[in-house]
């Protein structure tokens, strides 16, 4: 059984993206001349991050989260990690207080720790939920830029971007920044996405745009998971703005990508284009490409 602990105390308009200088964040404000921006209100955000094995990385991850939301509720969602992960965070939750753990019995992938952590959120009143990776590949002070468009209404899915002006990768072998490129590339194409980077991870929906979507079909993971929640979003009518971050790779743990994660992906994306050019062209689905969920 699970348990949660809390700790005390046509083709769609591309995206919009935002401009270094535009978006605010420390960097940019330095760069522009300008003041760093005001934190929005964000006691209605709740910040979801999974974890498998992020013990070296996941106290200072809270830590720097707290200090960029002061007021937004964390949910850790952690597939009992050997490594204690679980206990670490709920030990560091009772020092800053507003964060929870979602302790489920075994791994269970990404897709799936997003889910129950969207729905946990949006039991509970949310009206931004955040995702991002627990292994400082994304850079908690970033989550003031992608929660403020929500909070004021300007979209309804915000994506940190590593590939709009302003984005950067670092530490990443010309091979894996191809393959992201290119994969990124043949998503947009196939689904008629309008966005650049729709393997993200590091993201805010509005709790409005996620209570219309049919998160339980949505049955891919990790890379899959980000395009077809992106791919479900546009097909709802949503707006999408893209924010550009600084992607770092992880210095500690081990990855979780795999070539099963890739093709995974490649699959889905490949399944829901050819569902997509069949309805265009008025011809009738194959049972096959239609399959289950999206």
Known sequence: MQAVRAAQGGQPAPASAVPPE????????????????????T??????????????????????????LP?????????????????????EGARLGGLSVLERPRRSGLGTAYREGFRWGLSRGYRVLCEMDSDLSHDPSDLCRLVAPVLDGRAQLVIGSRYVP???????????RAISLLGNRYADVALGLGVRDSTAGFRAYASSLLERLALEE???????????????????????????????DRREGSSKMSAHTVLEAFWQVSRLGLRRALRKSGRKDIPWVVGQGV
């Open 22 to 41: 535009a978006a605010g964040g420390e960097a940019a404000g330095r760069e522009a001349g300008r003041p760093e921006p005001a934190r929005p209100g």
């Open 43 to 68: 006691a209605d955000v709740l910040v979801v991050l999974p974890t498998y094995e992020e013990a070296a990385t996941i106290e200072r991850v809270l830590r720097l989260v707290r200090a960029s």
């Open 71 to 91: 007021d937004a509720h964390i949910l850790v969602v952690d597939d009992s990690s050997p490594d204690g992960t679980g206990a670490l965070a709920r030990a």
């Open 166 to 176: 302003g984005g950067a990768i670092e530490e990443w072998t010309l091979a894996r």
């Open 218 to 248: 949505v049955r891919a993971d990790s890379f899959g998971f980000q395009v077809l929640m992106t791919h479900l979003a546009r097909e709802s009518g949503a707006s999408v703005m893209e924010v550009p971050i600084r992607f770092v």
